[in-house]
C-alpha cells in the first residue's frame, strides 16, 4: 500500500472542516500511513477459513426470564409522596420554559 501523501491529509483535513498547519500535515500523514500499514496488515492475517466475528469469546444470554411478581399498587407507591397529582409524583418546576403538554 502506497504511503498516504500530505495532499491526501490536506484534502481529508478540507472535508472535515479541521485547520493543519504544515508541521501537522506531515505528523498526520506519518500517523495516518501507520494506521493503514496495521489495517493492511490484519487484512493479510484475515484468513477465508475464519468465520468473522464480534467477539474472541462465545457470548451467552444471562439474563433470567421475566417472571411476573407482586409489586405495588399506584396508591402504595404514591403513599409517601409529598405531593401527588393525577396519580403520579408532583416535583417542583425546575425550567422557567413553558412546555407543551
Sequence with gaps: MAAISREEVA???RLSRLAVTEEELDTFA???DVILQSVAQVGEVA????PPTSH???LTNV???DVVTP???PQEALSGAPDVAEQ????PRIL???VAS
Design 30 to 32: 506519518g500517523q495516518l
Design 11 to 13: 484534502h481529508l483535513a
Design 63 to 65: 439474563l433470567r426470564e
Design 96 to 98: 422557567d420554559e413553558d
Design 56 to 58: 474472541s469469546v462465545p
Design 71 to 73: 409489586c405495588l399498587t
Design 88 to 91: 403520579r409524583f408532583r416535583v
Design 47 to 50: 484468513a477465508a477459513d475464519i
